[in-house]
Nanobody
Framework: QVQLEESGGGLVQAGGSLRLSCAAI????????MAWFRQAPGREREFVAT????????DYGAAVKGRFTISRDNAKNTVYLQMNSLKLEDTAVYYC????????????????????WGQGTQVTVSS
């Protein structure tokens, strides 16, 4: 497993913005895939966004496409999630995840594909 530390969560009004950060304590392999998931009370863990550590490929869940942007800074071993136009339904605990040796057995949209997880950071959107 890779140790991951999330930060940047908090309370924001609807329509506002937040940027989440996920720092990997260890250096990541160039083949690694990083992702953000979220989980609201009583709901299953939901795919939010993913990015190839080497760059190029990004993908988003339908609920956040056009509002959220995932990016990475390899030199800082950090992945970011820029969240704009936040809605009440975006309220959840957001988790960073890493797959160091993804072999295509599981979809990168599935939490099963990831072996490393952060503790999560709370995002609360108010009216």
């Amino acid at each position: 497993q890779v140790q991951l530390e999330e930060s940047g969560g908090g309370l924001v009004q609807a329509g506002g913005s937040l940027r989440l950060s996920c720092a990997a304590i260890e250096r990541l392999a160039s083949s690694a895939i990083m992702a953000w998931f979220r989980q609201a009370p009583g709901r299953e863990r939901e795919f939010v966004a993913t990015i190839r550590w080497s760059g190029g490929m990004t993908d988003y869940g339908a609920a956040v496409k056009g509002r959220f942007t995932i990016s990475r800074d390899n030199a800082k071993n950090t992945v970011y999630l820029q969240m704009n136009s936040l809605k009440l339904e975006d309220t959840a605990v957001y988790y960073c995840a890493a797959s160091s040796f993804h072999n295509g057995v599981y979809s990168i949209r599935s939490s099963i594909a990831y072996e490393s997880w952060g503790q999560g950071t709370q995002v609360t959107v108010s009216s």
